[in-house]
């Protein structure tokens, strides 16, 4: 079993949609959690940071923790044709600098 | 200033050959990574520095990746022997220094092992 588990997808929905993108994870001794955003032939570009439990805003972008169920969402509101692009999930332990543990990454195509 | 600067773009290559991929980093930016990035996978890690020394190196598969920064700055990823199995994108990343600091990634070199 991975440490990390991320449904590849391919994930499509329509413009304007509210999409949810998820992660488990198994090692409860990860603190720090990241969502990427991937284009194709691109390197992966950092979204979302959080450090333990609870939610972030940005924009139109939420990530939420829950270390007790050991799962984290992306959320992203009123989809753009822009947001298509594969989506990371990162995570890493307080005391291993910069080893993260990515999952497989979700395609997601969102449709105008 | 500039992002993570990554030479070449793409490497073609064949079995047995050597190869070195370059990182150039953020400038500022004393933490250093590499990552391997095989097709439909996520990025896997392959080594860490700290300065001019590798913290951890882990993540490398066997003795035929070497990595150095010899000034802390600028890296170069050696691999000898290459086999087609080589064949992914390599990504290089670089931080501040705290174990908080978010990685910045370069756009990767394509690896083809023929």
């Known amino acids: 079993q991975k440490e990390v588990e991320q449904d590849p997808g391919p994930l499509s929905v329509p413009e304007g949609a509210i999409v949810s993108l998820n992660c488990t994870y198994s090692n409860s001794a990860f603190q720090y959690f990241m969502w990427y955003r991937q284009y194709s032939r691109k390197g992966p570009e950092l979204l979302m940071y959080t450090y333990s439990s609870g939610n972030k805003e940005d924009g139109r972008f939420t990530a939420q923790v829950d270390k007790s169920s050991k799962y984290i969402s992306l959320f992203i509101r009123d989809s753009q044709p822009s947001d298509s692009a594969t989506y990371l999930c990162a995570m890493k332990k307080g005391n291993q600098g910069g080893k993260l543990i990515f999952g497989q990454g979700t395609e997601l195509s969102v449709k105008p | 200033g500039a992002g993570v600067s990554q030479t070449p773009s793409n490497k073609v290559t064949e079995k047995g050959k050597y190869v070195e991929l370059r990182c150039d980093p953020i400038?500022?930016?004393?933490?250093l990574y590499w990552y391997r990035q095989s097709l439909g996978q996520g990025p896997e890690f392959l080594i860490y520095f700290q300065g001019t020394g590798a913290a951890d190196d882990s993540g490398l598969p066997n003795d035929r990746f070497f990595a150095v920064r010899p000034e802390g700055s600028v890296s170069t990823l050696k691999i000898q022997r290459t086999e087609r199995g080589d064949s992914a994108v390599y990504l290089c990343a670089s931080s501040l220094a705290g174990l908080g600091s978010p990685l910045h990634f370069g756009n990767g070199t394509r690896l083809t092992v023929t």
């Open positions: 400038s500022g930016h004393t933490a």
